[in-house]
């Protein structure tokens, strides 16, 4: 799903930059009597169209999910607000500006409050990675699992590791409970582990990433805004009000709004909306699977972890709903297993949107038409090469008739996890280690060629090309190489698609998308629309010269001790108290850590972040191997520490080990327990 204010602010600033020039051009071959006036319409049309999939390009191998010109299709529909004066940023006060620590942190929490409903719908860090191999493929003849999910990095983390164990029992109604013995991570609040093993199986999610949630512009009745139109006409908004109450103050009163497909989210989100769409007249309705009410993930839970074998478990998988997940899974009888799990929908032959983008609510076309088999969902038991592995890719076959999504996680970590996968025929725990911190970024090599054929004239830039020379694409966190690299890219994609897109669209988005495939393909094709007047590699060129300026002003004018991890630390960040300046050294964890978007060890940043551009805030937020032939050698780490506590020895405690490749043991039977707290009533 993208929001309108995601991808349609992009479509339509596109169209606003690129039809002017696409225009000049069509009348030059008019004038040249080589297209006749329609001709040249259908070629303005046709070329937009390729140039807006060049920005935002389909999955490698496939073809736009949509033929729709969407931008017509907007205006046709007359949702956009007429430009309008920006409004003058608010002035802060002389007190604010002198707030205390205790203001700041009120402040900090309002900021983090407004950050969080602004990155809504963002579909940056939902990565991960998971991989089983089954006895043929390692060293004890038994199977090995791999899963390291990437999440938003926070303090205290979002995982807390528990051994679970209740006997048997029966549920309120008579029927039999299995009993309970598991290990894992599990989410503060829920009954069971999430994500682990029990004495005989083991498991790990991906996030499957479907298209399951579309945006529906629904009309306003002119004369009756209670009432927006349907396809038998026009019908009431559901209202409910809600009450929130506020210490020391008066109630809030929020009045959500709901259409036939959900709640109305441009209620909520005003200022992103109302920049692009006229909410006097249309607003925007959300429908999504994981607001059904029929949603039993908890019980898919409970039954995970009363499993003895691969098929107990996906038996009790089969009840869970959303969000769809890549579920691999092995047992000590040698069994292992893929299958994504979750609700899709299914829509019409006549939805030519395919929730790309938003469409017209009042159209019965693009309303849902019921949920994919469960049968139907991709499959594997990995007979045909002896592993499985699924790093947010593309998860379908050739040929596979139900259309899942086109934003899948471009390929390069699974590439690199095939590729380390087949190096060896046989693998064991320091193997898989290895191959969980691998910090290899294939895109980074694939940028490499342009920076390094970049003309530049400054020394400074002739020595950072000196510097990549030889670069192998590992992004260690002690050298300047992918540094002067990410830096390079961001200035690159600035120069490239802000003339196109404006700064204003362009820094609504930057951020939400990196634009990096669209990058890649105007790199290598020499794209001198993209890349006025003098081509992509003068650009890339000043964009080297850029980059040395920026990283000499911050640190030092000796590109050979530049490092990586210096500007890219592994940030998880207190919400809200790590946004105080005063408490931030207190409550935030960093550690110099390796790895971009693209490698195995994941450490994705936000270059359109005002502090910290370089930061890693979505990364491993754990890694867990696991070992078929003795579960009790399997092994856990994540990136801070099991208490929340933050002047506890637990708070961050795992940090370097983690940052480093280290490893904790994940046994339900240790041979001797630290520390016990027993809980008497």
């Known amino acids: ?294 949603n039993y993930t908890v019980l898919a839970g409970l039954l995970s972890n009363q499993a003895r074998s691969v098929e107990e478990l996906f038996a009790g998988m089969a009840h869970y709903h959303s969000p769809m997940q890549s579920v691999v899974a092995a047992d000590v009888h040698g069994a292992i297993r893929f299958q994504a799990f979750g609700r899709v929908p299914l829509r019409a032959a006549g939805n030519e949107l395919r929730g790309v983008a938003p469409a017209p609510g009042w159209e019965a076309r693009y309303d849902w038409q019921g949920w994919l088999p469960l049968a139907q969902t991709p499959q594997d038991d990995g007979g045909a090469r002896g592993w499985i592995a699924t790093a947010n890719q593309r998860i379908t076959a050739p040929g596979y008739p139900h259309f899942l999504t086109q934003d899948w996680a471009l390929p390069y970590r699974y590439q690199r996890i095939e590729q380390q996968l087949e190096a060896r025929r046989l693998h064991d725990l320091p193997s898989l280690r290895a191959l969980q911190g691998d910090t290899v970024s294939p895109a980074a090599l694939r940028l490499l060629p342009h920076l390094l054929a970049a003309p530049v004239s400054q020394p400074l830039a002739r020595q950072a090309q000196a510097l990549l020379r030889g670069f192998d694409g590992d992004m260690r966190p002690d050298r300047a190489a992918p540094l002067i690299l990410s830096v390079w890219a961001d200035e690159l994609t600035r120069a490239l698609v802000v003339p196109r897109v404006g700064e204003e669209r362009f820094a609504a988005t930057y951020g939400r998308r990196d634009f990096r495939a669209g990058l890649e393909g105007m790199l290598e094709r020499g794209d001198t629309w993209w890349c006025p007047p003098h081509g992509c590699a003068a650009h890339a060129g000043a964009a080297l010269e850029r980059t040395v ?92 520490g099991q208490s929340g506590l933050v002047f506890s020895p637990r708070y961050a405690d795992m940090a370097q080990a983690w940052a480093g490749g280290g490893y904790r043991p994940l046994q339900r039977q240790p041979r001797r327990y630290v520390h016990q707290l027993q809980l008497r009533p």
Do not use: C
């Open 1 to 294: 799903m993208d929001e309108l204010g995601d991808k349609a602010t992009v479509i339509d600033a596109f169209f606003q930059y690129a039809q002017a020039e696409q225009q000049r051009e069509a009348q030059a071959l008019i004038d040249e009597e080589k297209l006749n006036v329609e001709a040249a319409k259908r070629y303005i049309t046709n070329s937009l169209k390729r140039e807006l999939w060049q920005l935002m390009p389909p999955y490698p191998g496939e073809a736009p999910a949509t033929a729709v010109d969407l931008q017509a299709l907007y205006r046709s529909l007359g949702v956009y607000r007429a430009p309008q004066a920006a409004a003058p940023a608010p002035q802060a006060d002389a007190e604010s500006a002198g707030a205390g620590a205790g203001e700041g942190a009120a402040q900090a929490l309002q900021a983090w409050s407004q950050d969080f409903v602004a990155g809504l719908g963002t579909p940056g860090g939902r990565g991960s990675n998971n991989w089983v191999l089954d006895g043929t493929r390692t060293a004890s003849g038994r199977p090995l699992l791999a899963n390291d999910p990437h999440l938003g990095l926070g303090a205290p983390a979002l995982w807390y590791f528990a051994h679970l164990k209740a006997p048997q029992g029966r549920a309120s109604d008579g029927t039999p409970v299995a009993a309970i013995d598991v290990i894992g991570a599990t989410l503060p609040g829920l009954p069971f582990v999430v994500l682990g093993r029990t004495a005989e199986v083991a498991w790990g999610f991906t996030n499957t990433a479907p298209d399951v949630q579309d945006l529906y512009i629904e009309a306003i009745h002119p004369d009756d805004p209670s009432r927006y139109r349907t396809p038998e006409g026009w019908q009431g908004f559901e209202q409910r009000e809600h009450v929130i109450r506020v210490k020391g103050r008066p109630d809030v009163r929020h009045t959500v709004r709901s259409t036939r497909h959900g709640p109305v989210i441009s209620d909520a989100q005003p200022a992103l909306h109302g920049s692009v769409l006229d909410l006097r007249r249309h607003v925007i309705a959300l429908r999504w699977s994981a607001l059904d009410a029929d």
């Open 549 to 640: 300026q920026r990283l000499a002003a911050r640190y030092g004018n000796q590109p050979e001790r530049w490092a990586w991890g210096a500007a890219h630390p592994a940030l998880s960040v207190h919400k809200p108290l790590g946004s105080v300046p005063v408490l931030s050294r207190w409550f935030n964890v960093g550690v110099p850590s390796g790895g971009d978007a693209y490698s195995v060890n994941v450490g994705q940043y936000n270059a359109a972040q005002p502090v910290e551009p370089f930061a890693s805030r979505h990364a491993a937020s754990l890694r867990a191997l696991y070992d078929l032939q003795d579960p009790e050698r399997s092994l856990f780490i994540y990136q801070t």
